[in-house]
């Protein structure tokens, strides 16, 4: 310990920076010097861990959004949605996912920019649509960035039978830099060189990998906090069950109203043609129950409550 105290508060960072999250929360118990030194840089130190992780390890009712367009950039929004929601291994699949991301996304933008929430959800997807310089210059954009991003990452880091389209491009950095228009996507061409050599000194993107079956057993397994459309999950893919039994499932225990005011978490799409592609989920029937029967009963969950909900909370 005496070692310790003595070198450097820089070198004393960098061997936080190593270590996991729950392990600085232990060590800042220690001592005023070590508790001050991680609170100088506590956004950093917790900055490459899930928010809800770090809510619920600093049982702090204020959390972090993950996806709100003032608390994280766009590459990270996409790592966290990659980390709690797998990518699919069909591209097409993969695709829609990262529609929907896009979605989300631009509508916390929309939203943090005020005058652009009424418009968020009625515009049409077109990139060519004649509102959209009038909207946002994201809106569109989002989605096709993160597909783009994510199937770069699939073919340096992904497993062998993941579905690509045109690998070609992915193959080199002078393919990567060259096969798209990158200020169509409000980009300089000096972006693209740089993030093809993030992404191959090491995988930047997190999360596991499904297939479309996987998918929709997974989903099938989940249990939504919120009202959840899953035509989305379903259209196309199941045969001989009605939509009213698919629609049945999904089913759940409040509006996104309520579980934003309760969890402080994004919004979602809850209007327009991007309503109910995602929603919020939990792991357990007990943090479920626990939801329904505090807005029941109107009595508010404890702090260490939300805390542990907030831990079984992801989004599908």
Wanted: hydrophobic residues 40%.
């Amino acid at each position: 310990m005496t070692t310790f105290m003595g070198i450097p508060m820089e070198l004393k960072l960098e061997i936080f920076y190593q270590l996991p999250a729950r392990d600085v929360q232990r060590v800042r118990r220690v001592c005023k010097t070590i508790q001050k030194a991680i609170d100088s840089e506590k956004r950093k130190l917790l900055g490459n861990i899930c928010a809800r992780e770090a809510a619920r390890i600093a049982a702090d009712v204020k959390y972090l959004v993950d996806y709100d367009t003032k608390e994280v950039t766009f590459l990270e929004a996409l790592r966290r949605w990659c980390k709690h929601r797998p990518a699919s291994k069909e591209g097409i699949a993969r695709m829609h996912d990262r529609a929907d991301f896009g979605h989300i996304y631009h509508k916390n933008k929309a939203t943090e920019d005020g005058s652009l929430k009424a418009l968020a959800d009625r515009l049409s997807m077109h990139l060519n649509d004649p509102l959209l310089p009038q909207c946002h210059p994201l809106f569109g954009t989002c989605g096709g960035l993160a597909e783009i991003l994510t199937n770069l990452h699939a073919y340096l880091h992904g497993p062998f039978d993941v579905d690509l389209i045109d690998e070609w491009h992915f193959a080199s950095r002078e393919n990567f830099v060259q096969r798209w228009d990158w200020s169509s996507l409000c980009l300089s061409d000096d972006w693209a060189p740089e993030i093809y050599d993030m992404f191959a000194d090491g995988p930047v993107l997190e999360g596991e990998w499904r297939s479309q079956d996987e998918h929709i057993k997974a989903f099938e397994a989940c249990m939504p906090l919120t009202t959840l459309k899953t035509h989305q999950f379903y259209y196309g893919r199941w045969k001989g069950e009605s939509y009213a039994n698919a629609r049945g499932r999904g089913r759940g225990v409040c509006d996104m109203s309520e579980v934003t005011s309760m969890f402080d978490v994004p919004i979602l799409p809850t209007e327009g043609h991007c309503a109910g592609i995602v929603a919020y989920c939990v792991k357990s029937k007990w943090a479920r129950d626990t939801v329904e029967k505090s807005l029941e009963t109107g009595q508010s969950l404890t702090l260490l409550g939300k805390a542990a909900i907030m831990d079984e909370m992801f989004l599908f």
